[in-house]
């Protein structure tokens, strides 16, 4: 567990923010020039506040009151930027293996070639960072991090320059990283659709201040607001299925969705995307329409702010869907209700693992 109070002053742009973050992904997220960056800086090391302190667990890092302050290569943080900073001049083993070898040998805990196959890096170790596409260099960048065993991982903007059909791909090795090695993780975007798929908790900043700390979902109205943020777009793991002249179906948590056609194999393991302004919600089940999917669900919360509304339905895989205040109200819907939400096929993304 971290735990910070953080009071900093840099010409026009003040951090103002305190906040303890567990054991988990815990994210922050927030629009250009928020804080977020900021934020990470101080609590590595390469920022030093004005004021206020940083503890890690039991350990003190930084006190201005007690004048305290343990440098950033005495903190064990693991860092990871959004273009991965790789040492272009060494090939991935040896960028992987870079600082666990500055590690003292009885205290090296993972074996860098067992933590490449669990990457999926194993066929990439001799090639360079240029030969690499961008998804491959995050997970170099991902693994030399992690190599280090960190008391903390620290992911700047970590998929800033994944195009989208990847970066479902490194959310997953993320989330596989963090069940295996129990590491914390704090989570940097602007994107709140990572920010929901990753995080169990989010810290939401604005000019330097926390305007929000909860689940993820709970701050969705919020964001909808705040300039530079993403919309909602729902991520789930597939599995393709059978396919028509036109159209092919994807398996999602036991729900079938259709998609448009897909030059995939049966069996494929897919990502799915789709957005929450994609979804017509519907209090019975519609008849004669164009949209393929039609699925039943039931509400198990609801969110509002400033007239926009957010709808978590469980249908087996779990959708966040869009729509006003008016429309909810006029639906008739309620948390426990069922539903059935209905999107087009066009609407439904589909990508390689």
């Given amino acids: ?100 070898k500055l590690i003292p040998e009885h205290k090296r805990h993972i074996d860098p070639l067992e933590l490449a196959d669990f990457m999926g890096l194993s066929n990439l170790m001799s090639r360079k960072p240029s030969t690499l596409s961008g998804g491959e260099r995050q997970r170099v960048a991902i693994a030399r991090s992690i190599a280090i065993m960190p008391s903390l991982l620290l992911l700047d903007e970590p998929l800033a320059s994944i195009d989208s ?60 607001n705040s300039e530079g943020i993403d919309k909602f777009e729902n991520i789930f793991d597939g599995v393709i299925g059978p396919s028509t002249d036109y159209l092919t179906t994807v398996e999602v948590n036991g729900v079938e969705i259709w998609a448009g056609r897909q030059r995939k194999s049966m069996g494929e393991r897919v990502l799915v995307s789709l957005g929450a302004n994609q979804i017509i919600l519907a209090a019975q089940r519609p008849a004669n329409i164009s949209a393929r999917n039609i699925i039943e669900g039931k509400v198990v919360e609801t969110w509002s702010n400033l007239g926009k509304v957010f709808v978590e339905v469980d249908a087996g895989p779990k959708f966040i869907v869009e729509l006003t205040e008016t429309a909810l109200k006029d639906l008739g819907i309620l948390m426990g209700c069922d539903v059935f939400l209905v999107f087009k096929s066009s609407s439904v993304g589909v990508f390689d693992t």
Avoid at 15 to 37: C, N, P, Q, Y
């Fill in 1 to 100: 567990m971290i735990s910070f109070d953080i009071h900093m002053k840099r010409s026009e742009f003040l951090l103002d923010v305190a906040g303890e973050f567990g054991d988990g992904i815990t994210a922050v997220f927030g629009s250009s020039g928020a804080g977020k960056s900021s934020l990470l800086d101080c609590l590595a090391g390469s920022i030093r506040p004005d004021s206020g302190h940083v503890q890690m667990g039991e350990t003190i890092w930084y006190s201005s009151l007690n004048r305290v302050w343990v440098t950033p290569e005495n903190r064990r943080v693991g860092t990871v930027y959004q273009d991965g900073a790789l040492f272009p001049h060494l090939d991935v083993r040896s960028n992987i293996e870079f600082g666990w």
């Fill in 165 to 224: 059909p990847r970066r479902g791909s490194i959310l997953n090795y993320l989330k596989r990283v963090h069940a295996e090695f129990e590491m914390p993780m704090i989570y940097v975007s602007h994107s709140i659709s990572e920010v929901v798929s990753v995080a169990s908790n989010a810290m939401m900043l604005e000019a330097g201040k926390v305007v929000g700390f909860d689940h993820p979902t709970a701050l969705l109205p919020y964001v909808n």
